[in-house]
């Protein structure tokens, strides 16, 4: 059976705006790009949330290593750099950058480190420069927090 045995009403119909209302060239597949890339910006930051880089220097042991993390998502880029203290704590300095309205006064960001055993929070200097000292091993989170909604920016948890 095919469509016109099936529904005639729904055939004429189609063939009606195929005739007075054909719909643009290429409409099927820039709704399929639309699609595809709605939630590229998403995609995009579970890309490239943990950009590692391990450097030896010498034969240091696999503790002794520095990590540097780099999370990006629209209009915000945060790089951090984990270095040991001790066999239990980590040293974290980190870097904003933000895209925003030239004419715009930036806003103040507070960087907010998130763990099981508590929280740690320090202002983000002008330079989008801030840190911690002597963070306890483990997993963490970092959050970046402004005046408003639109400066609020979170990371997965990483282990450091």
């Known amino acids: 059976m095919n469509d016109e045995e099936r529904d005639p009403l729904l055939v004429a119909i189609k063939k009606m705006y195929e005739e007075l209302d054909p719909p643009p060239a290429g409409l099927t597949e820039r709704v399929l790009v639309a ?41 915000v880029t945060v790089m951090l750099r984990i270095s040991p203290v001790d066999a239990g704590h980590r040293r974290i300095d ?25 929280t740690h929070t320090c202002v983000v200097g002008a330079h989008g420069r801030f840190e911690f000292a002597g963070v306890p091993r483990g997993l963490t989170r970092l959050d970046l927090i402004g005046a408003g909604a639109e400066d609020a920016f979170r990371t997965t948890l990483f282990e450091i």
Do not use: C, I
Request: charged content about 25%; aromatic content about 6%; cysteine-free.
């Open 35 to 75: 699609l595809a890339v709605d939630d590229l910006d998403l995609e995009y930051e579970l890309l490239t949330m943990v950009h590692r880089s391990q450097q030896l220097a010498g034969v240091r042991s696999g503790d002794d290593q520095k990590l540097v993390m780099e999370f990006t998502a629209p209009g």
């Open 94 to 118: 980190g870097w904003v950058t933000r895209t925003a309205d030239a004419n715009a006064e930036p806003a103040e960001l507070t960087a907010s480190l998130w763990q099981e055993q508590g």
